[in-house]
């Protein structure tokens, strides 16, 4: 073999071995198209690095996803053509529009940046919550409360359907019918105007704590022992039929019970406290005050 056979043998080789590599580079200049316009592969960098971090990661992460990503690119670009075909890009409530986008843009990120720089050491916010909890004990008690069922038998003195003596008489039916035994459940779902808890026995929503319901429904309430029924009880409302299921007394509340919600609340407020720093030094020095004549001009259409 002579000298030149070795050299093109070994350059044929060097071009097979390294075919792949250079292909697979090339691959990246091969304009995205489909079938009607085209796009970059550094276009395409562009406007996923536009993304919101964890948008950015989900359409990555995924062959389809991304390929109906940059679909959805390449139809917004052919709109984007048309609109400027039409001229809408010039038009002065656009260009408005578009520089009142950029400003704010430029603001978030702006903000952005000095809320990341400013937060570079935070307080021990654990601690700062066990403080606060400690000096404020007293606030964070859980107070008295009672869970009920009742049956309601409702009165409206503007609908003689809903009148007083006929109401009274049949809540009393109601009541006879509990005190010969008929379960109160089902007598709440047969009788009940209160349609939504009706449907549940009865059954009214979580806890109810003094001060959160009507006086004569909160005092019959409050005065029962849990299991027990109450008498007719008149409100605003009509005639109750009142059960006691469950009585919790005034406690304590331990910090672990309230620790994440208090160091939740202390980060939201120190991020707060945080913005109004930065933006108060680009705060004006005065209100500003606009005569007539500049009031007019600005309303002008």
């Not at 996923?48 to 940059?70: C, K």
């Not at 007598?187 to 009865?202: I, T, V, W």
């Not at 005034?250 to 208090?262: G, M, N, V």
Request: aromatic share 6%; charged share 35%.
């Amino acid at each position: 073999m002579t000298i030149h056979t070795l050299a093109r043998s070994l350059s044929l080789c060097a071009i097979l071995l390294f075919a792949p590599v250079c292909n697979s580079f090339a691959g990246a200049e091969v304009p995205i198209t489909d079938g009607k316009s085209s796009v970059t592969v550094d276009e395409i960098r562009r406007e996923v690095a536009a993304l919101p971090q964890d948008i950015r990661d989900r359409i990555v992460a995924d062959r389809s996803t991304l390929g109906r990503f940059v679909g959805g690119i390449l139809q917004d670009k052919r709109v984007e053509r048309a609109a400027k075909d039409k001229g809408i890009d010039v038009r002065p409530e656009t260009r408005a529009r578009a520089d009142r986008a950029f400003r704010d843009l430029l603001i978030a990120q702006f903000m952005s940046d000095e809320m990341d720089r400013r937060s570079a050491n935070l307080p021990d916010f654990s601690a700062l919550a066990r403080e606060h909890f400690e000096v404020n004990r007293a606030k964070y008690a859980r107070p008295e409360a009672v869970r009920v069922a009742h049956i309601l038998i409702r009165v409206d003195v503007e609908d003689e359907r809903y009148a007083e003596a006929a109401m009274r008489a049949k809540a009393a039916e109601v009541l006879e019918k509990l005190r010969a035994g008929e379960d109160f459940g089902e007598l709440a779902k047969q009788f009940s105007d209160d349609k939504p808890s009706a449907g549940n026995g009865g059954q009214l929503a979580g806890w109810i704590e003094k001060g959160k319901t009507v006086p004569p429904f909160e005092r019959a309430a409050f005065s029962m022992k849990v299991g027990e029924t109450s008498d007719l009880v008149r409100t605003r409302y009509g005639f109750h039929i009142i059960k006691v299921l469950d009585h919790r007394k005034t406690s304590e509340l331990e910090f672990k019970d309230i620790e994440p919600q208090l160091i939740a609340k202390m980060k939201s407020d120190f991020q707060n406290e945080l913005k109004n720093e930065i933006t108060k030094q680009f705060a004006g020095e005065r209100p500003v005050e606009l005569n007539d004549q500049t009031f007019e001009a600005i309303r002008a259409r």
